[in-house]
């Protein structure tokens, strides 16, 4: 049994790096067995000084076996099954596949697409086997769906991409924006820190710009809710406000910048506040307010994220924001800057070393054939790469049209993340050979797998991690792989020996990779603010330099602390700001302004989609879930997908709360729950991203998402897909607990649940069974001699049968219904756990509820299961009006803080009518 512990308790355990987002927070884990551990914050962490979100508080409710992908499974042909073979046989598969692929159509018929949940070792051996062996650019990564606008934008705006904010820059601002980025649920540490930063100083001030109200809106002075893809009017008709209100930094634009007037004449159509008000779907009063406090707060960072970079201007929009703070030269200094956060745990690393398919390892410049010639020069590679490989989108493009024969797919799920997903998964069935590295070998992606190699997973490998603010932490094994897992950059290894290069891929561990990495970083590469040929330590200058960090000892590398780069000495006292000589990385040494105007998405609503799809995260689930599906606490906050829409919007389209809906685009559709949250806008429609096609029939959500990408980044327009939802009229619904995975074929409609002791599963279905006894022995596939009860009311539609073991235990209970009356799942979720002998209490289980039973609602704090009835219970019988109280009362809310958006606004909702 693995429960979370204090700190303190865990304090002498395991120090490693939680796996979710890109905050880094350090984790300590304590093990007492091979089976059982604990984990805690760990309080010498920079990123989160002992703090853990929900998420990271139950990461060892994920480290189970259950589902692990064990041994290398291949099948010979499209047409065979696959079966399980040595690590020789199936990587001997996997090179003659790659070997005849180049020998046949050349290198650029064959790709790697990795991932930001790679370690940086891993990463490395990956981009350099490609791009310096193989000779192609085709490595791409699913962090080209999150954050390549964001490398996009610094990189024309600065010369290099260099994040120069850090996290205790929040802790000094006047004034945060917060664009594009519910912050209280997708990184929440971060949020934490911010909340606890106004709590100390009420004077800062925050703005959340986001088209929806999320439980980030909770700490916003001001919510501009912009319309979509509105940025880069709202940040244009900023920087003419600021030009005009005479915040120029004079000094700083004449010494540091160029292009200043090449920015202000192509944003001079927004230079009318009630224009950029009547584009944004602001009130112009709201809008005026922001730009003054912009213009007061000489501390600003913007803190932006998908909702800024998914888009088909997301460079663009980055650049507009940076822009003004080159302008303002509020960027190098404390509590000032443009702050992209990544969403991923590595997805800095992976930049680093050059994991997107038009960047080069160490922030050398794929363009620049010196670089180029230097980087192939170093690694004594025989056949280097001389032009960008194809981007995400355009790299399954290619393997649909046949160009690209062979992919190796490592640690992601495109068959649900990737736009237009159903082509992704087209692509793939006509490709001649798909490799995917995987840990869960069930995902939607690795049914498409020719070869599957078992991958070591978080807790079973070493290595290191990037975070945010350029903080990079070890990630400690405190297990060993199951079965014949290994780590990835093995793995790659293995392949290069096999192609031929068995000297350049003789790796011992990943300190001999991190040992590689650091002296590349530091190749040819002085300090930026160098010039001409006096410089010292090389020609091509650049911020991220490791050089401090060569040569560790294996025992210097296992006990690495978070350190954050540039690092060019071991000697340094403090760590460098990047630009805080004014010097950046251009040739020049000057920041760039980029001229950027106005235009809207490529797909505008119409009369067949009249609406606008948005995707996200929810607060409690990560990317396709094939980690967090597998926690029943995680679970119980948003159990099922949903489609979030206005009130107005749900009763023009015929839709009840709680019904499900069809919602349909140009490219797929997909049934699920409709709700009314009521922080919607007329007109647009969120579907969480996180669903696939192993815990839902039909919410993959990634299929209906346009496949339009920014023309510079690469990255996808997730945030505006025109839509239409109409009702999804089933004959009946009802509910599943078993202890076995149910067989679903005869269901339309349902969503896999994972609860405490057992999986639940919600359903639908368009016809009632003809026999219903037979329907209900063959979805839950128990033996016919199985012991059960049934209550059956033909006439009122209803069905209700539960099966026990010899024990006395459930092994299932379903409960149908035609009229949509059902009871509330969480006391059945409980009885789960317990023996019924007795008819008195087998009926009580067919009724689905104890007498005087008090259902708990929706969970609202999952760290310690609370629901959202026992929290408005107590606020309104013991008078509490703040959620200190409310955490005082009932735990609520005191231990990652992500739910107390949540909690004062039910304080709100139960004060008003009083109000009133």
Not at 381 to 397: C, H, R, Y
Not at 509 to 516: H, L, S, T
């Amino acid at each position: 049994m693995t429960q979370a512990k204090t700190s303190s308790e865990a304090s002498l355990g395991l120090r490693s790096t939680c796996p979710y987002c890109g905050v880094g927070c350090g984790i300590t884990v304590h093990a007492s067995g091979e089976q059982a551990w604990s984990v805690a914050g760990d309080t010498r962490h920079p990123a989160n000084e002992g703090r853990l979100c929900v998420k990271g508080s139950t990461l060892v409710e994920t480290v189970v076996d259950d589902r692990r992908l064990l041994h290398p499974m291949l099948r010979p042909s499209k047409a065979a099954e696959r079966v399980s073979v040595t690590w020789d046989a199936a990587m001997a598969h996997v090179a003659e596949g790659f070997r005849r692929t180049i020998e046949t159509y050349g290198p650029d018929a064959v790709a790697f697409y990795v991932s930001g949940q790679l370690l940086t070792e891993d990463y490395y051996v990956a981009n350099k086997l490609m791009k310096g062996y193989i000779g192609s650019g085709n490595i791409d990564t699913n962090s080209r769906l999150c954050m390549s606008s964001a490398v996009a934008g610094y990189v024309r705006a600065f010369g290099e991409d260099v994040v120069p904010v850090e996290y205790a820059d929040l802790d000094d601002a006047e004034l945060v924006i917060l664009a594009g980025s519910n912050l209280a649920w997708c990184h929440p540490v971060l949020y934490q820190r911010l909340v606890a930063a106004k709590r100390r100083r009420p004077e800062m001030r925050v703005v959340n710009i986001d088209p929806r109200r999320t439980a980030t809106s909770d700490i916003a002075d001001l919510h501009l809710p912009i319309a979509p893809g509105a940025d880069v009017a709202l940040f244009n008709g900023l920087l003419q406000y600021l030009w005009r209100a005479d915040c120029l930094d004079a000094p700083f634009v004449a010494s540091h910048t160029s292009g200043v007037e090449d920015a202000l004449k192509a944003s001079v159509d927004c230079a009318d506040i009630a224009v950029v008000a009547r584009r944004c779907g602001l009130q112009e009063t709201a809008v005026r307010t922001f730009f003054a406090w912009v213009a007061e707060c000489p501390r600003t960072i913007t803190l932006f994220s998908q909702g800024v970079n998914q888009s088909s201007q997301g460079t663009d929009k980055v650049n507009a924001i940076i822009n003004c703070h080159l302008l303002t030269g509020r960027l190098a200094k404390k509590g000032a800057g443009p702050f992209s956060i990544t969403g991923q745990p590595n997805a800095m690393g992976g930049r680093e070393v050059g994991g997107l398919a038009n960047q080069l390892a160490a922030h050398l410049r794929l363009d620049d054939p010196d670089q180029r010639r230097l980087l192939q020069d170093f690694w004594g590679s025989p056949s280097m790469v001389q032009k960008p490989g194809l981007k995400a989108v355009d790299l399954f493009e290619a393997v649909h049209s046949g160009q690209v024969k062979a992919i190796w797919i490592m640690a992601t799920n495109p068959v649900v993340s990737l736009p237009n997903a159903d082509r992704v998964r087209a692509a793939l069935d006509a490709c001649d050979l798909v490799v995917v590295s995987e840990v869960d070998g069930g995902t939607d992606t690795a049914a498409h797998a020719d070869v599957l190699l078992p991958a070591a997973a978080w807790g079973e490998r070493e290595g290191t991690v990037t975070n945010s603010e350029r903080v990079i932490s070890r990630q400690r094994a405190f297990r060993s792989p199951p079965g014949e897992a290994r780590p990835d950059w093995w793995a790659l290894c293995d392949l290069g020996k096999r192609l031929g290069y068995a000297e350049a891929f003789d790796y011992q561990d990943p300190a001999d990779i991190f040992d590689e990495h650091a002296r590349l970083s530091a190749l040819e590469n002085p300090a930026p603010g160098s010039s001409g040929e006096d410089r010292e330590g090389g020609r091509y200058p650049r911020y991220f330099h490791l050089g401090g960090l060569t040569g560790l000892s294996r025992a210097e590398y296992d006990a690495l602390e978070p350190v954050q780069w540039p690092i060019r000495t071991r000697e340094r006292s403090a760590s460098e700001r990047p630009f805080a000589n004014g010097c950046f990385s251009h040739p020049d040494g000057r920041a760039r302004f980029v001229a950027v105007q106005p235009r809207g998405p490529e797909h505008a609503p119409d009369a067949r989609f009249p609406l606008v799809l948005n995707t996200g995260r929810v607060r409690d689930q990560w990317h396709t879930m094939t980690r967090t599906g597998l926690s029943a606490t995680l679970a119980q906050h948003r159990d099922e997908p949903t489609v979030d829409l206005h009130p107005e919007d749900a009763l023009t389209n015929g839709i009840r709360p709680g019904q499900l809906a069809r919602v349909s685009t140009c490219w797929g559709t997909m049934v699920v729950r409709a709700v009314t949250s009521g922080d919607m806008k007329r007109g647009e429609l969120f579907i969480p991203i996180h669903w696939n096609g192993q815990t839902a029939s039909d919410a993959r959500v990634g299929a209906l998402v346009n496949p339009v990408v920014d023309p510079l980044s690469g990255e996808p327009e997730f945030k505006h897909t025109p839509a239409a939802i109409a009702p999804f009229e089933s004959a009946w619904t009802g509910f599943l607990f078993t202890r076995r995975p149910a067989a679903l074929d005869s269901v339309t409609w349902w969503v896999r649940i994972q609860a405490p002791d057992c999986l639940r599963y919600e359903l639908a279905g368009l016809q009632w069974p003809d026999d219903i006894d037979a329907f209900a022995k063959a979805l839950t596939a128990l033996p016919e001699t199985a012991d059960w009860i049934v209550y059956a009311d033909r006439a009122a539609g209803s069905y209700r049968a539960i099966c026990f073991d010899a024990e006395d235990r459930v092994l299932a209970c379903l409960f149908l219904t035609q009229d949509g009356a059902l009871p509330a799942r969480d006391w059945l979720t409980g009885q789960m756990a317990h023996r019924h002998r007795g008819a008195t209490r087998r009926a009580r289980l067919l009724a689905g509820e104890a007498p005087h039973a008090v259902d708990s609602g929706p969970t609202v704090c999952s760290c310690f299961g609370v629901g959202r009835a026992a929290i408005c219970q107590a606020i309104q019988e013991q008078g509490l009006r703040t959620a200190e109280a409310v955490t005082a009362h009932l735990k609520a809310g005191g231990n990652c803080g992500s739910c107390l958006p949540e909690i004062r606004a039910l304080i709100d909702d139960l004060a008003t009518p009083a109000a009133q």
